[in-house]
T-cell receptor, first 109, second 114 residues
């Protein structure tokens, strides 16, 4: 069965420090992965999708099939990056998503 | 566009009561979803729909029912509320099936069953 693992519930970094939010997946098919973010008092929203190979708000994520990982990275954390981040795996028909448990990122001044 | 709207925002139910969580989207999306999120956990899919008149079970469908009579609306029904259904419920929609299609989420409904 498919599974998404985010090992850290909370990640605290100082402003300007690098950020890496970990995500590992288990899936028998060809994986398609996403990062969703929820800022305080806002809705859950898409941050980036691996298939687009994009950089959004300075964040990037590379799919590593060998390590079954899709870690989210940013070289220099900003205060506005503080939020809850969820890794999600597209599974099967119906465009269904399997979510990880989320990592709360706190950027301290 | 309002996007995805959900009502109510909060609700307290007694064990055994029933209620319907409303979800409406104005983006003409074919696909709609209901998730629940328990404290400290990720979102789990309850039911989904790929178009009006078509629904299917997700990972945790027991205790819930859905219907999709129009493209815009996707209500979630709890028939006999139980404490295990205390959770935050999110509705979402997407254009269709594609690796590029993001899901758009509603603000959530916080339900407590006592």
């Amino acid at each position: 069965a498919q599974r998404v693992t985010q090992p850290e519930k909370l990640l605290s970094v100082f402003k300007g420090a690098p950020v890496e939010l970990k995500c590992n997946y288990s899936y028998s098919g060809s994986p398609e992965l996403f990062w969703y973010v929820q800022y305080s008092r806002q809705r859950l929203q898409l941050l980036l999708r691996h298939i687009s190979r994009e950089s959004i708000k300075g964040f990037t994520a590379d799919l590593n099939k060998g390590e079954t990982s899709f870690h989210l990275k940013k070289p220099f954390a900003q205060e506005e990056d503080s939020a809850m981040y969820y890794c999600a795996l597209l599974t099967g028909g119906g465009n269904k998503l399997t979510f990880g448990t989320g990592t709360q990122l706190k950027v301290e001044l | 566009n309002a996007g995805v709207t959900q009502t109510p925002k909060f609700r307290i139910l007694k064990i055994g009561q029933s209620m319907t969580l409303q979800c409406t989207q104005d983006m003409n999306h074919n696909y709609m979803y209901w998730y629940r999120q328990d404290p400290g956990m990720g979102l789990k899919l309850i039911y989904y729909s790929v178009g009006a008149g078509i629904t299917d079970k997700g990972e945790v469908p027991n205790g819930y029912n859905v219907s999709r009579s129009t493209t815009e609306d996707f209500p979630l029904r709890l028939e006999l509320a139980a404490p295990s259904q205390t959770s935050v419920y999110f509705c979402a929609s997407s254009v269709g099936y594609s690796s590029y299609n993001e899901q758009f989420f509603g603000p959530g409904t916080r339900l407590t069953v006592l």
